[in-house]
Every structure is written in C-alpha cells, then in structure tokens.
C-alpha cells in the first residue's frame, strides 16, 4: 500500500479484488472490506456486519449488496444501510479508480 496523498492509499490494481467478491485492507484501527461488482463498481466497508460482527469480506456479493456470512444480513453497499426489516449500518470509506488502481480514503469514514 503506498500513499498518495495525506488521506487517499493505493491498495493495489481493480484485477486483484476478484468480482463479485473483496479484498480486505488491515489498519491499525480496523479491518476494511473493498469490493467489487459484477460491473466493476467498487464500495468500502468497515469488515464488520452491524448485527453481530461477522465478516462481510467473506459474504456473498449480488448487485450493490453484500449478504453477511454469519446470519445473511443484507448490507447495501453504496450506504452501508441493512436492507429489509434488520437496522444497522456498516461504515462506509471513499473509494475510487483511477488508471486501473483503486485508491481507498481512510482519514474519516462516512455516514449515511
């Protein structure tokens, strides 16, 4: 992971977070979820469900949502929103692509 300004990280080509799956970036505070779409979108989470924690890196992804692997929450992934009757929020990280790479800004999530 290399920088690229005081708040935006390289974390590698789009070719390397598999579609319609993620990649995980560890940091210090926490654990984040990047993941790509069918389509090549690509969103950023925090690599924690708000129902019980579970990995939503290992969910499965359709469309703009993750299902956690644990309990099969829905998590929208442009809003972190859960969907259906559940209530919760994932936090979400700006995340963009440029040149190929995908750049991740970690110096403040985002709230819905």
Not at 73 to 90: F, N
Request: aromatic share 8%.
């Amino acid at each position: 992971m290399t920088c690229l300004s005081p708040n935006w990280f390289d974390i590698g080509p789009l070719y390397q977070i598999p579609r319609r799956g993620a990649r995980t970036v560890k940091t210090a505070r926490r654990d984040i979820a990047v993941f790509r779409t069918a389509s090549d979108e690509v969103f950023a989470l925090e690599n924690r469900c708000p129902h019980r924690g579970g990995p939503l890196s290992e969910g499965i992804v359709h469309g703009r949502k993750v299902a956690c692997p644990l309990h099969n929450w829905i998590i929208d992934l442009d809003s972190g929103l859960a969907t259906g009757a559940d209530e919760g929020c994932a936090r979400r990280f700006p995340v963009k692509i440029e040149q190929g790479r995908v750049y991740l800004e970690m110096g403040m999530a985002v709230t819905p």
